[in-house]
């Protein structure tokens, strides 16, 4: 056990463990320090230094963030000189910032807001604005850079690094000319970035935002002429009821797809039909790659790893070009819905696919610019025409006027609205694996797979990498090869962790035969589009939502739902037939590291 | 505290008169504790400009324990007003690395190096040559230390330790949050003296003439001898060497050109003293023993003196916390108007309360020293500022 140090804070005796900071002290004893550089999910940075606080015998104030608790600290938080402190760095960073709230995309959810109201602080005092000029960068298809807004906590910053390992954002420049930019200072869209969007939900002000098409969708619904669909993921439903007074983890998806038909969407359909199918295409395409090494003795990628989330795509090819055939040929589940939506959707209820304005409601930002991948045309017209973040559609149901918590619940609109408990968990990590192995273990032997209740707790969860091993046994005949084989299987969120797992293959090390891998730490649920703030305890109570989800659903295994016995009876035929190849499955293209 | 005490004196620059690595072998042959605590006797301060007792820090830095230890001479000459770091590579560098040798015996470490300011990276090639012949005299005494000469890039704020370590490391040069402190955790994690140049040598001197003699130099509150920078309106320009304590008066009789306004004390970081407080200033009280000294005349503009400053503030502060990066550019764009008249000269008063803020919420001693320079400046020559 470590050692147990007692400090006082504003006259409280606190005891806490060595090494832990001021903060977390005061935090014990319920004493709240403002901070704005500070995030749960990140290093410390001790730049803002809106936390420091008074500490007996210093001559300058302590920032509590940075500073480990110390024996027999006396500690005031409140003193009238870190009062007037406080207020003077607010002011400080208000003259350095775009003030205009009113039309701000962040207006009433930004920290620097909530802080300078509470210090209710005078902007006449300084100089202001201190920068004019700026241009917003709305050259990416995912993620809006806006400098006017940005107070350079860094935060942006340590997460591209500490988190995702990708390191698109860096801070240049020195003094006044300090600045959160990219390589070169070249614009969004040239740079190595996953469009991840974690720098969106870690950003205290609106100095990074998706990019927004919700007027675009607005003006398609009101168009007669068109047919707007609208498909939603799985863990757009356990999070976008944080935005509309609902605690964090209720889960509100009936009144989900009431509020969308109410907005004029024409069919609101389910992302977790086309997760079904995701495995059983990405189900089969690996049963496919495990026959081939095993019986045929061929050359094949193994360990073969997930495509859904478009951040990782993009990380593998920019980061690991030369091991793209490691990927699973499966589009993501948005873009297999999109194709499908102007294809198998708009035969069955014979639509003219011009018509049709297919939206993807998605808790990411990556989504966005996937859907404007090029190769993504595959249905004749462009698949899926707009992605819209969870905040964008919870901004959406504001602008309707609709009073949300009053809704009744509805169900999906059909065809394409129908899914299993396994495309449910999709949205958290491990979930892609997880609805695999239900799958994959039934098809093998005939029986399900041997955990309580299906639920195959080793892949859940937020550890970083998990791991998790399955052995075949008495399997169906046409699965003999794999007879008392063990298969080996990995999860990893976060793109820090997918690094690891990548560079075991490229050492020949990877003990696995598949790996699921999402882009954002915590799974879709943590995604770049999901409300704001996401951290640990929050992605929790969401993973909780999903798996909740999960085990209300009636058909629990991916081959079970009654829509994708249908779609293959009646249009793809088999799973990587010559419709699913053409439809479903898609090339990854080599990028370049800088 | 007494006047007339200006006394040149000829300790740190005084010619070999013994082989300075003479003094690092008969140094090896005592107690580590005894050497220490020698300097902790001789009150040698820091001689970069915090002044932190040079004795403690060793002290500290020894009980770290530790598979490996650095030793790092801080070269990064930066403080506007500051050369004599460089007279001293030039000049007595064997001092300098015997210094780092003895810190380094005492202390428990094996790798060091000199951090220098690229703007001097002529001297590379003596200093190698010196380093060798060390090399040479290490193997001979068997001392298990070797030092590297770094090279850094420019920035003033990495003159900072901790930002100095983090440039080092390949990073962005950034000051660290403190604790912990380099000799705790410093380079690559481990714990690390840094010393600026004119400390090691001092510390060789000590070690030569020992802490008595050295502290009978001096006055009760500062002790030994000092480097001291001079240029601006004096005809004696240059590095001098001089007893510390002496009052602002005597310096500036000695070195000013007889019409002397104000004198900078400790550079930029520094204070600046009015003439009308000669009498009652002692130099290098308030720690600023960088030993920079700049003398203005009456032909100087103090607005001119303050805007350059705060100039090179705003364009050398690191930027990455609140109060410096913003902070500095406030007070310049202030100054700026209240000298155009669009704030009124009250506005003054708003820009000190301002510079104590960021006294008191800096990450790290620049943006802490700001107020020194502008308080000094804007309290004392309050008409030249709107007028």
Redesign the interface.
């Known amino acids: 056990m470590s050692e147990i140090i007692k400090l006082n804070i504003d006259g409280n005796e606190v005891s806490i463990e060595k090494g832990k900071s001021i903060l977390d002290a005061a935090k014990k004893v319920n004493i709240r320090i403002p901070t704005l550089c500070h995030h749960e999910d990140l290093c410390?940075?001790?730049?803002?230094?809106?936390c420091?606080v008074e500490q007996e015998g210093k001559n300058?104030?302590t920032?509590s963030c940075?500073?480990?608790a110390e024996e027999g600290m006396v500690i005031n938080t409140s003193s009238p000189?870190v009062r007037?402190?406080r207020k003077?760095?607010m002011a400080?960073?208000v003259?350095?910032h775009d003030t205009q709230c009113l039309t701000c995309y962040r207006n009433t959810n930004c920290e620097l807001q909530d802080l300078s109201a509470e210090y209710n602080v005078d902007n006449s005092?300084?100089?202001s604005p201190?920068k004019e000029n700026f241009e917003i960068d709305r050259s990416s298809w995912s993620i809006e850079k806006d400098e006017s807004k940005c107070?350079?906590c860094?935060r942006c910053v340590r997460t591209c690094a500490e988190l995702q390992h990708v390191n698109a954002l860096a801070?240049t420049?020195?003094?006044?000319?300090?600045r959160i930019s990219t390589f070169m200072h070249l614009p969004m869209n040239e740079i190595v970035c996953t469009n991840c969007g974690q720098c969106i939900i870690h950003c205290p002000t609106a100095a990074l935002t998706e990019r927004r098409y919700y007027d675009e969708i607005w003006e398609a619904i009101d168009d007669p002429e068109k047919h707007v669909v609208i498909n939603t993921a799985p863990s757009v439903r356990v999070a976008l009821g944080e935005m509309l007074g609902y605690p964090v983890g209720t889960r509100v998806t009936g009144k989900m797809v009431t509020a969308l038909k109410k907005m004029g969407f024409d069919s609101v359909l389910d992302t977790d039909f086309s997760a079904d199918l995701t495995i059983m295409e990405e189900g089969t395409e690996l049963l496919t790659r495990l026959k081939e090494a095993l019986v045929d003795k061929k050359e094949v990628a193994l360990p073969m790893i997930t495509s859904c989330s478009p951040g990782w795509v993009k990380f593998i090819e920019h980061m690991y070009p030369e091991h793209l055939d490691h990927l699973s040929t499966c589009k993501s589940p948005q873009q297999m819905f999109g194709a499908l939506t102007k294809t198998y959707y708009a035969e069955k209820k014979g639509l003219d696919p011009s018509k049709i304005v297919s939206v993807a409601g998605m808790p990411c930002a990556a989504k966005k610019y996937e859907a404007n991948r090029p190769e993504m045309r595959d249905s004749g017209f462009q698949d899926v025409d707009a992605g819209l973040t969870t905040r964008e559609i919870g901004h959406m149901i504001k602008q309707s006027g609709i009073n949300f918590t009053e809704l009744e619940d509805n169900d999906f609109d059909s065809i394409m609205g129908e899914s299993s408990g396994a495309g449910v968990i999709f949205g958290a990590t491990g979930g892609v694996m997880e609805a695999a192995l239900r799958t994959a273990y039934f098809l093998i032997t005939g029986r399900p797979v041997p955990f309580e209740n299906l639920n195959i707790t080793p892949v859940r969860g937020l550890k970083g990498i998990k791991e998790a091993s399955v052995k075949f046994e008495d399997c169906l005949p046409e699965y003999s090869f794999l007879e008392g084989v063990e298969a080996k299987f990995a999860v990893a969120h976060g793109l820090i962790n997918a690094r690891q797992i990548m560079d075991q293959i490229v050492d020949g090390k990877s003990p696995y035969h598949f790996i699921e891998i999402m882009a954002c730490p915590g799974g879709c649920i943590g995604g770049g589009g999901q409300p704001i703030p996401t951290n640990d305890e929050i992605r929790k109570k969401r993973i909780e939502a999903i798996y909740a989800e999960d085990m209300g659903k009636p058909v629990r295994m991916s081959h079970e739902n009654p829509e994708i016995t249908m779609i293959y009876k009646d249009f793809l035929k088999n799973p990587l037939g010559e419709k699913s190849h053409h439809l479903l499955h898609t090339k990854y293209r080599k990028r370049k590291r800088y | 505290m007494s006047n007339n005490n200006l006394r040149k004196v000829d300790v740190i620059f005084s010619p070999y008169s013994v082989e300075p690595y003479d003094i690092l072998k008969k140094v090896k042959q005592r107690k580590k504790e005894d050497v220490i605590q020698e300097l902790i006797d001789s009150g040698l301060r820091g001689r970069g400009g915090a002044g932190f007792p040079t004795g403690l820090k060793w002290k500290f830095a020894a009980q770290q324990k530790s598979d490996q230890k650095y030793v790092i001479c801080n070269a990064d000459e930066g403080e506007p007003g500051t050369f004599k770091d460089r007279k001293l590579l030039v000049e007595v560098p064997r001092k300098v690395i015997s210094g780092m040798a003895i810190c380094a015996w005492a202390v428990g470490a094996t790798k060091g190096f000199i951090y220098l300011r690229r703007e001097y990276r002529y001297l590379i090639p003596e200093l190698e040559k010196e380093i060798k012949l060390y090399d040479k005299y290490a193997k001979d005494i068997e001392l298990d230390f070797t030092i590297e000469i770094f090279l850094g890039a420019g920035a003033y704020v990495c003159g900072e330790e901790t930002a100095l370590i983090e440039s080092m490391e390949g990073k962005r040069g950034e000051p660290r949050n403190k604790p912990p402190y380099p000799i705790q955790e410093g380079y690559l994690g481990k714990p690390t003296t840094v010393n600026n140049v004119e400390t090691l040598a001092s510390a060789t001197m000590v070690c030569r003439i020992g802490a008595d003699e050295y502290k009978s130099l001096g006055t009760d509150d500062q002790h030994g001898s000092k480097l001291f920078s001079i240029s601006g309106d004096s005809p004696k320009e240059g590095v001098h060497e001089l007893e510390l304590g002496m009052s602002v008066e005597d310096f500036a009789n000695e070195f000013g050109d007889g019409d002397t306004k104000a004198v900078q004390v400790g550079g930029v970081a520094g204070f600046c003293i009015p003439r009308k407080q000669f009498k009652s200033s002692i130099i290098g009280e308030g720690n600023t023993t960088g030993g920079s000294t700049m003398i203005f005349n009456s032909t100087r503009s103090m607005y001119n003196v303050l805007h350059n400053y705060l100039d090179f503030y705003a364009e050398e502060s690191c930027g990455q916390c609140t109060p410096c990066r913003i902070g500095t550019q406030q007070l310049l764009k202030g100054i700026e108007a209240v000298k155009a008249g669009t704030k009124p000269p009250e506005y003054l008063d708003q820009l000190s309360k301002l510079a104590e803020t960021m006294r008191l919420t800096s990450k790290c001693g620049l943006g802490q020293s700001v107020t020194n320079s502008f308080s000094s400046i804007v309290k004392n020559f309050r008409e030249e500022m709107i007028f």
């Open positions: 410390v940075a001790g730049n803002c230094r809106i420091v300058t104030l920032p940075s500073t480990p000189k007037m402190a003077d760095l400080l960073l003259s350095e005092i300084y100089l201190l107070i350079r860094q801070v420049g020195r003094g006044k000319d300090m």
